[in-house]
Protein backbone atom coordinates (compact mmCIF):
# COMPACT_ATOMS: atom_id res chain seq x y z
CA UNK A 1 0.00 0.00 0.00
CA UNK A 2 1.51 3.34 -1.06
CA UNK A 3 2.23 6.24 1.90
CA UNK A 4 -0.97 8.35 2.38
CA UNK A 5 1.41 11.58 2.75
CA UNK A 6 4.16 13.13 1.24
CA UNK A 7 7.25 12.08 2.58
CA UNK A 8 10.12 14.89 4.12
CA UNK A 9 13.54 15.10 2.93
CA UNK A 10 16.00 12.59 5.18
CA UNK A 11 12.82 10.04 6.14
CA UNK A 12 13.64 5.99 5.34
CA UNK A 13 10.88 4.25 3.42
CA UNK A 14 10.61 1.14 1.77
CA UNK A 15 10.32 1.59 -2.31
CA UNK A 16 9.49 -1.22 -5.35
CA UNK A 17 11.47 -1.29 -7.57
CA UNK A 18 10.39 -3.97 -9.38
CA UNK A 19 8.53 -2.32 -12.13
CA UNK A 20 9.94 -0.44 -14.60
CA UNK A 21 13.59 -1.24 -14.06
CA UNK A 22 16.18 -3.02 -15.73
CA UNK A 23 20.04 -4.56 -14.59
CA UNK A 24 22.11 -2.49 -13.83
CA UNK A 25 19.49 -0.73 -12.39
CA UNK A 26 18.03 -1.23 -8.88
CA UNK A 27 15.39 -3.83 -9.31
CA UNK A 28 13.87 -5.14 -5.83
CA UNK A 29 12.44 -3.54 -3.08
CA UNK A 30 14.83 -1.57 -1.10
CA UNK A 31 15.48 1.16 1.65
CA UNK A 32 15.81 4.51 0.33
CA UNK A 33 16.47 8.02 1.60
CA UNK A 34 14.13 10.72 0.14
CA UNK A 35 16.22 13.32 -0.48
CA UNK A 36 13.42 16.02 -2.06
CA UNK A 37 11.33 18.17 -0.98
CA UNK A 38 7.27 18.71 -2.03
CA UNK A 39 7.68 20.08 -5.50
CA UNK A 40 4.65 22.48 -6.67
CA UNK A 41 2.44 20.70 -9.54
CA UNK A 42 5.06 17.38 -8.76
CA UNK A 43 2.87 15.95 -5.87
CA UNK A 44 3.48 12.24 -7.31
CA UNK A 45 7.35 12.47 -7.88
CA UNK A 46 10.05 11.68 -5.10
CA UNK A 47 13.55 11.99 -5.38
CA UNK A 48 15.37 9.06 -3.64
CA UNK A 49 18.34 7.69 -2.99
CA UNK A 50 18.72 3.81 -1.96
CA UNK A 51 20.42 2.29 1.16
CA UNK A 52 21.99 -0.95 1.22
CA UNK A 53 23.45 -2.90 4.13
CA UNK A 54 26.68 -4.18 2.61
CA UNK A 55 29.42 -1.98 2.56
CA UNK A 56 30.86 -0.92 -1.19
CA UNK A 57 33.82 -2.71 -2.08
CA UNK A 58 35.80 0.18 -2.85
CA UNK A 59 34.13 3.21 -0.98
CA UNK A 60 34.15 5.61 -3.78
CA UNK A 61 32.99 9.26 -3.23
CA UNK A 62 29.74 9.15 -4.29
CA UNK A 63 28.90 6.49 -1.33
CA UNK A 64 27.64 7.53 2.21
CA UNK A 65 28.38 6.17 5.64
CA UNK A 66 24.88 6.05 7.63
CA UNK A 67 24.37 5.44 11.41
CA UNK A 68 20.92 4.72 12.37
CA UNK A 69 19.86 5.86 15.69
CA UNK A 70 17.45 3.26 15.62
CA UNK A 71 17.65 -0.05 13.17
CA UNK A 72 15.07 -0.41 10.77
CA UNK A 73 12.40 -3.57 10.97
CA UNK A 74 14.09 -7.07 9.41
CA UNK A 75 15.71 -7.73 7.31
CA UNK A 76 17.19 -4.19 7.15
CA UNK A 77 18.07 -4.27 10.32
CA UNK A 78 21.73 -3.35 10.75
CA UNK A 79 22.77 0.00 12.60
CA UNK A 80 25.28 0.76 9.14
CA UNK A 81 23.75 1.71 6.18
CA UNK A 82 25.38 2.81 3.23
CA UNK A 83 23.81 5.23 0.58
CA UNK A 84 24.45 4.46 -3.16
CA UNK A 85 24.22 8.12 -4.04
CA UNK A 86 25.30 7.21 -7.56
CA UNK A 87 21.86 5.40 -8.10
CA UNK A 88 19.48 8.68 -7.39
CA UNK A 89 16.11 8.58 -9.30
CA UNK A 90 12.96 10.71 -9.17
CA UNK A 91 10.23 7.78 -8.95
CA UNK A 92 6.09 7.90 -8.42
CA UNK A 93 5.14 7.97 -4.86
CA UNK A 94 2.71 4.75 -5.06
CA UNK A 95 6.23 2.93 -5.30
CA UNK A 96 6.86 4.37 -1.18
CA UNK A 97 5.69 2.18 1.56
CA UNK A 98 6.34 2.48 5.30
CA UNK A 99 8.21 -0.72 7.08
CA UNK A 100 5.67 -3.29 8.66
CA UNK A 101 7.11 -4.10 11.72
CA UNK A 102 4.51 -6.37 13.48
CA UNK A 103 1.18 -6.04 15.00
CA UNK A 104 0.21 -4.64 18.25
CA UNK A 105 -3.25 -5.49 19.61
CA UNK A 106 -3.87 -7.31 16.23
CA UNK A 107 -3.41 -4.24 14.25
CA UNK A 108 -0.74 -3.61 11.59
CA UNK A 109 2.25 -1.74 12.98
CA UNK A 110 4.59 0.66 10.26
CA UNK A 111 7.73 2.36 10.87
CA UNK A 112 9.63 4.85 8.87
CA UNK A 113 13.04 5.76 9.82
CA UNK A 114 14.68 9.41 9.58
CA UNK A 115 18.39 10.54 9.27
CA UNK A 116 19.40 13.89 11.16
CA UNK A 117 20.34 16.92 9.32
CA UNK A 118 24.23 16.43 8.93
CA UNK A 119 23.59 12.98 7.45
CA UNK A 120 20.97 14.20 5.14
CA UNK A 121 23.90 16.77 3.87
CA UNK A 122 26.24 14.19 3.72
CA UNK A 123 24.01 12.30 1.48
CA UNK A 124 23.66 15.37 -1.02
CA UNK A 125 27.06 15.84 -0.96
CA UNK A 126 27.78 12.45 -2.34
CA UNK A 127 24.79 12.94 -4.79
CA UNK A 128 26.63 15.44 -6.22
CA UNK A 129 29.44 13.25 -6.21
CA UNK A 130 27.65 10.78 -8.18
CA UNK A 131 26.55 13.36 -10.94
CA UNK A 132 29.64 14.27 -11.33
CA UNK A 133 28.58 18.00 -9.68
CA UNK A 134 31.43 17.77 -6.24
CA UNK A 135 32.52 21.54 -6.79
CA UNK A 136 29.13 21.92 -5.92
CA UNK A 137 29.13 20.54 -2.60
CA UNK A 138 30.67 23.67 -1.13
CA UNK A 139 26.87 25.30 -0.90
CA UNK A 140 25.18 22.58 1.02
Known amino acids: MALQYYPKPGEILLCDYNTGFIEPEMTKRRPIVVISPRLRHRAG ?26 PLPQPFDSPVMWAKCDMV ?16 DGAR ?8 MDQLKAVKAAVLNGLGLSSLTIHL
Open 45 to 70: LVGVVPLSTTAPDPFEAHHCRIELAT
Open 89 to 104: ATVAHARLDRFKAGRK
Open 109 to 116: VFLSGRLD
